[in-house]
């Protein structure tokens, strides 16, 4: 099998190609090394993939995912399999002041991927979605069944319409395709623009942290090898058309799934683990809650779990050493 990754040189697209490339699999990655972040440890992330000893199975193509005729020429000649479309503009607060980059990325650039699923028949496409959709929402474990209707980012918008556009895909071109609500990603490799990142980076070097709502928040922390197996069984399990309802509610080969740890955990206590790990304490400056954000996020994974298997298995404690000392091996310190 050739599978296409995008967002390869990404957190979780990364980790994924070398899962893949575990499993024997060929794989295509593609990703534009946007300047969204430091470009340097996509590359790093990258040489990582390529330490892996199946490598010769990858071959990296840079191009927009936004520009159909650089990802048209990207993926000339390829036979794909099945497709795993994690490429996306990340980031809530940064939709704030740049608004067009998640047009661009997350619209454009996902109905650029489904028109090239159109063209492959038959195959599997999962692509990434956010707990971010359930946006306002009070009403807790999060469920793929509920109304998903009052955004309160510009990147949640992006998020359900990009299911939207697939619910459409799938209904006109009977095309099967996966959306997984990714809940609060975190492990080696990470992104340095999340809480995890930030919050070891500061305490390492002495430095503040922001703690927003008075670290009166809790997030559904799920670690990267958890995720990676989730999505893996995903990819391999296409929602048949067969006309019963799918979580998520289609009668389309589109299928909806929370995935997370099931299990969210207060903002002090993440910080607490990250100050044992580090073996130093944090200096805290609190600070408001910020536009976009939630107070907590809770999936509800049972449909997923019914639907492979799925049971995370990485308890907070457990990741965060793991992470921390990553960190310190990647920074030197």
């Not at 359930?134 to 510009?154: C, H, K, Q």
């Not at 995890?196 to 799920?222: C, H, K, Y």
Request: proline fraction near 6%.
């Amino acid at each position: 099998m050739t599978i296409l990754v995008t967002g390869a040189a990404g957190f979780i697209g990364a980790h994924v190609a070398r899962r893949l490339l575990d499993e024997g699999h060929d794989v295509i990655g593609i990703d534009s090394l946007d300047p969204y972040y430091d470009v340097s440890l996509k590359h790093d992330r990258l040489a990582w993939i390529g330490e892996h000893p199946e490598a010769a199975r990858f071959a990296f193509r840079q191009a927009d995912i936004a520009d159909e005729v650089a990802l048209d020429a990207a993926l000339a000649g390829a036979r794909l399999t099945a497709i795993v479309h994690l490429a996306a503009q990340a980031g809530v607060r940064y939709s704030l002041s740049n608004p067009r980059a998640y047009v661009r990325a997350n619209l454009a650039g996902h109905l650029n991927m489904l028109e090239i699923a159109r063209a492959l028949p038959g195959v599997h496409m999962v692509y990434a979605s956010s707990s971010s959709v359930y946006g306002a929402n009070t009403s807790v474990p999060f469920r793929v069944e509920d109304r998903v209707d009052r955004p309160i980012s510009l990147y949640a918008a992006t998020k359900r319409a990009d299911e939207l556009m697939s619910e459409t895909y799938a209904h006109l071109y009977r095309m099967p395709l996966t959306g997984l609500r990714f809940f609060t990603v975190y492990g080696p490799w990470g992104r340095p623009d999340m809480a995890m990142w930030l919050f070891t980076d500061a305490i390492l070097a002495g430095r503040p942290i922001s703690v927003f709502n008075g670290g009166d928040m809790a997030r559904d922390f799920t670690y990267i090898d958890d995720i990676v197996t989730g999505v893996v069984a995903t990819l391999a399990r296409p929602p048949v058309d067969d006309g019963a309802a799918k979580p998520g509610g289609s009668v389309s080969p589109h299928a909806l799934y929370n995935i997370g740890n099931h299990s969210p955990e207060r903002l002090d206590r993440l910080i607490a683990l990250i100050e044992a790990a580090c073996g130093r304490p944090a200096i805290r400056e609190p600070k408001p809650m910020q536009p976009g954000d939630v107070a907590q996020t809770f999936a509800d994974v049972s449909a997923l779990t019914a639907a492979t298997g799925f049971t995370p298995a990485t308890p907070l404690e457990d990741g965060v050493a793991r992470f921390v000392a990553w960190y310190r091996h990647y920074r030197g310190i």
